[in-house]
């Protein structure tokens, strides 16, 4: 994706549809409506996938939790969303299936009765995925969950049940729904702000003005419809096209802690390792803790915010988090294991302000304001942006008086093509002379794509070096993200095309003066505009690891 190319077509071009905001929903959005052949530009203020979209438990999941409400309370809305997310999740897993995997979950049990608690409700978990259904749970031996989770402590387990759900690299899979679009033809651009919306006559909005953010550049883009997908930010861009829309959205913060794969003991080479699902915490909620790229993650977090914070992992979150996956393992997990973590906003849609949270139906809404014409869609989660998608470009057809079928349910997203659970294989035989944890990061990571990485070394050899000692990214990444995938600053590179700043702090401090020194030669950054950019984000990391642990950095 050239910006360059993509910023030229924004300004001259008009368009069915102008999707603000790309995140899950705004780049599922553009995926779709690209892929059915309209005009489509899609832009993002920030980097894609920088908000709440990179920032999830990497579960592709229907939702123990809402089934489990959804009994309770005898809610139709909960039990809905489950079928909803339960059949979104294999499509997922068919799309980008280099990018998304089944996962096995372990639920720890303390006594008979509430292991038939959670078998009976894992089986109606199961019966509502029907023939999407990945695996059937079991209730299994406590010898049987030790073999899959060594880290249990033995003296308080009775058993465990064992189901499936799926498992996603979120940043990427964002990344590969803006590729995606582009390539059925949408213009796209990071790091573009709305300044303003523009209307006709009628009050109808046909154009926005938009800020290049990295060069001042302020210029139109024209369109028939304007899309809304600014997730916790939903109510600013309604406000600003309306003054008499009322508030929608809320938010709140889920936080996360990320330990070294070595922090927690592993199932053995002969076993199907298992994530851990911890079914009672003190606020409520579920928590799990997952093996995720080597490492371990631990989330979430479930706290009142406001839409417009900036959030971070904080020492008492930390601490909770540890505190709650501590109860169930035999060799208590320290704080000063914690190498990396991360937290962001949920945006959740409110019909009851004074309803707590926890408590909201993680479910969608696609609303047309009819003095505008806006289109926005609100609410939702991950594992059903797809559906979200599918309904938004369905009422923007509506708007344009066009009847085009969606067709991203077999859409294969960019790296999927060719792909299978042999391809790791296959590209290590070709290439043994690389390291195999680095190609099978790379298989995993860019999917059939990875040899043009590959590729990158026959230019320079010695982009085949590691950007940080304990981790398989490379060089030639850096070079690769800033000449296909649009990065165009040490965050877009290292914290979402790479991910290395959301798992491993120090070692992205490693890795930072050699992305710096990398991405400068791609950009054309002068000497000074270098070393601003890379003293920036090394006060961004070490801001990171103060606010999380509580410590001046100097002393880390």
Same mark, same amino acid.
């Given at each position: ?422 391809? !790791?294989?296959? =590209? /290590?035989?070709?290439?043994?002379? @690389?390291?195999? *944890?680095?190609?099978? &990061?790379? $298989? +995993? ?70 992305? !710096?020194?990398? =991405? /400068?030669?791609?950009?054309?950054? @002068?000497?000074? *505009?270098?070393?601003? &950019?890379? $003293? +920036? ?20």
């Amino acid at each position: 994706m050239n910006r360059a190319a993509h910023l030229q077509r924004l300004k001259t071009e008009t368009f069915d549809i102008c999707i603000i905001g790309a995140g899950a929903s705004g780049a599922g959005c553009a995926a779709d409506a690209a892929s059915r052949g309209l005009r489509v530009a899609v832009i993002e203020s920030d980097d894609f996938g920088a908000g709440t979209s990179g920032t999830s438990t990497k579960l592709v999941h229907g939702g123990v939790r809402y089934l489990e409400q959804a009994v309770k309370t005898f809610d139709p809305k909960q039990l809905s969303l489950v079928r909803k997310a339960l059949h979104e999740r294999r499509t997922l897993l068919h799309i980008a299936p280099h990018l998304c995997h089944p996962l096995a979950l372990l639920t720890p049990v303390g006594n008979l009765i509430e292991g038939a608690y959670y078998a009976i409700g894992l089986k109606i978990y199961d019966w509502l995925a029907g023939s999407r259904r990945m695996a059937p749970s079991q209730w299994l031996s406590k010898a049987e969950a030790l073999r899959h989770f060594p880290a249990f402590d033995g003296t308080k387990l009775h058993s465990a049940v064992l189901y499936y759900d799926g498992q996603f690299d979120d940043i990427r899979l964002n990344l590969g729904l803006v590729q995606t679009a582009a390539k059925h033809g949408a213009a796209v651009a990071n790091h573009v702000r709305v300044s303003s919306l523009l209307a006709d006559e009628k009050g109808q909005i046909n154009a926005v003005e938009a800020l290049d953010t990295l060069t001042g550049d302020l210029f139109t883009i024209r369109a028939k419809v304007i899309v809304n997908a600014t997730g916790t930010h939903a109510d600013r861009l309604r406000q600003k096209a309306n003054s008499q829309q009322g508030v929608r959205m809320r938010a709140s913060k889920g936080a996360h802690v990320v330990l070294p794969g070595s922090a927690l003991p592993q199932a053995s080479a002969q076993t199907e390792p298992a994530a851990l699902l911890v079914p009672k915490t003190k606020d409520g909620r579920v928590l799990f803790a997952i093996p995720w790229r080597g490492q371990w993650l631990i989330g979430t977090t479930d706290t009142e915010a406001d839409p417009s914070d900036t959030p971070a992992l904080l020492p008492d979150e930390a601490a909770y988090l540890l505190a709650e996956v501590n109860q169930f393992v035999s060799q208590p997990i320290p704080i000063e294991a914690v190498a990396g973590g991360f937290a962001g906003l949920r945006p959740l849609l409110q019909s009851d302000p004074n309803a707590s949270s926890k408590a909201v139906v993680r479910d969608h809404e696609v609303e047309i304001d009819p003095k505008s014409g806006l289109v926005s869609i609100m609410g939702g989660k991950w594992t059903t942006y797809r559906l979200m998608a599918q309904e938004t470009i369905d009422a923007c057809c509506a708007k344009l008086g066009q009847n085009r079928p969606c067709v991203t349910e077999d859409l294969l997203l960019q790296g999927a093509e060719g792909y299978d659970t042999r391809y !790791a294989h296959r =590209l /290590a035989e070709r290439h043994s002379d @690389s390291s195999p *944890d680095i190609l099978a &990061h790379l $298989a +995993n990571t860019y999917g059939t794509e990875a040899p043009s990485i590959l590729t990158l070394l026959t230019e320079k050899p010695a982009w085949g070096a590691r950007l940080a000692r304990k981790h398989p990214f490379i060089q030639a990444e850096v070079i690769y993200a800033a000449r296909t995938e649009m990065a165009l600053t040490l965050p877009d590179v290292l914290m979402r095309r790479i991910r290395l700043g959301l798992i491993d702090w120090q070692a992205t401090l490693e890795a930072l003066p050699v992305s !710096a020194q990398l =991405l /400068a030669s791609e950009l054309g950054w @002068s000497v000074a *505009d270098s070393a601003q &950019h890379e $003293a +920036n984000f090394r006060a961004h990391i070490e801001g990171l690891i103060g606010k999380a642990t509580g410590v001046a950095v100097e002393q880390v």
